[in-house]
């Protein structure tokens, strides 16, 4: 079993729909979780980042935490064309882990069509 | 602009053959990362960096090597032993002051594909 596992879709939605994006994962020494959004042939970009459980909200993206669940969401209000991407979601303990190692999830195809 | 230069953006390896994939940074971050991305597994570590002069070993190494003789600056070393280098390589960074890097995010660069002939 993989250490976090999320979902690979491919995921297809019509402009201005909310999307939701999920993660689990095993870990419960995970205290930090990143969500990452991906162009093709890019890098990824760093869309939100967190502590703990609870919730964070940027513009149209709220990411939420809720570790007695081990489960995080990503999601996405009023989706653009341009928010056609891969997201991967990312996490990381503290103390022991304190190089920072970032463990991922395979990451989900969206699709925003016109 | 600040950020994180990979070179060159495609790159094909012949067998036998050691290749180098540039990294460098301007953010003044002194911890650099290299991952290795395959379709459908996500971000694997191969190697970081916390200091000049000093890396560890990450999750999946072999056939990898690495140096970090400026804070810049963090090459990746494809080498022969590494059977299936066809993949695409990111460089990462991030800031470290006294072991806190685990409460700072990393940034990526735009990655380097590597094939083989």
């Known amino acids: 079993q993989k250490e976090v596992e999320q979902d690979p879709g491919p995921l297809s939605v019509p402009e201005g729909a909310i999307v939701s994006l999920n993660c689990t994962y095993s870990?419960?020494?995970?205290?930090?979780f990143m969500w990452y959004r991906q162009y093709s042939r890019k890098g990824p970009e760093l869309l939100m980042y967190t502590y703990s459980s609870g919730n964070k909200e940027d513009g149209r993206f709220t990411a939420q935490v809720d570790k007695s669940s081990k489960y995080i969401s990503l999601f996405i209000r009023d989706s653009q064309p341009s928010d056609s991407a891969t997201y991967l979601c990312?996490?990381?303990?503290?103390?022991?882990?304190?190089?920072?190692?970032?463990?991922f999830g395979q990451g989900t195809i969206l699709t925003v069509h016109p | 602009d600040g950020g994180i230069t990979q070179s060159p953006k495609y790159l094909f390896r012949k067998e036998g053959q050691n290749v180098t994939l540039s990294c460098e940074q301007n953010l003044n971050h002194d911890a650099m990362y290299w991952y290795r991305q395959d379709p459908g597994q996500g971000l694997r570590l191969i190697y970081y960096s916390q200091i000049v002069n000093d890396f560890q070993k990450g999750d999946i190494a072999e056939g990898y090597s690495v140096s970090r003789e400026k804070k810049e600056s963090f090459p990746l070393t494809v080498t022969s032993a590494q059977k299936n280098p066809t993949a695409f390589y990111l460089c990462?960074?991030?800031?470290?002051?006294?072991?806190?890097?685990?409460?700072?995010?990393?940034?990526f660069g735009d990655g380097t594909r590597l094939s083989i002939l």
């Open positions: 990312a996490m990381k303990g503290a103390g022991g882990t304190s190089y920072g190692k970032l463990t």
């Open positions: 990462a960074s991030s800031p470290w002051s006294s072991g806190q890097a685990y409460n700072q995010p990393q940034h």
């Open positions: 870990n419960s020494a995970f205290q930090y």
